[in-house]
């Protein structure tokens, strides 16, 4: 990876992914936020199902889109994260910082997480 792709990663919020749709096999392009919380990349999003998520799940190899300070497709994988207390641990950070109204445990039973590991 190189330095502008890393100095994007550190400073940018909101990108595209692409997944590859579960049932369809097409590529579903759609905009979201990311998040660096302990070193790690995470993608999130408010309680409630999520295709974006449920296509991970089914394929979990996916194309994220930096789109603010660079323009860069990046091969990554997505890994949900399932452990209540990383779960706690991420999401309290993330809703600290976006000032998020629902109640963190309704972000921990509820919301789609995933860990994004770069290739």
């Given amino acids: 990876m190189d330095e502008a792709t890393r100095k994007a990663l550190d400073t940018d919020l909101t990108i595209d ?12 392009r759609i905009e979201i936020w990311f998040h660096r919380v302990g070193g790690r990349f995470y993608i999130t999003g408010t309680p409630g199902r999520r295709d974006w998520y449920a296509n991970l799940l089914a394929e979990p190899w996916f194309t994220f889109h930096l789109k603010e300070t660079i323009e860069a497709d990046v091969k990554a994988l997505a890994a949900p994260v399932t452990d209540p207390a990383t779960r706690r641990r991420v999401l309290g950070e993330i809703t600290r910082r976006v000032g ?5 445990e309704q972000w921990v039973e509820h919301s789609p997480l995933v860990e994004v590991t770069f290739f």
């Fill in 100 to 104: 998020a109204t629902d109640p963190l």
């Fill in 17 to 28: 992914i692409t997944t590859i749709g579960r049932a369809s096999g097409v590529p579903r």
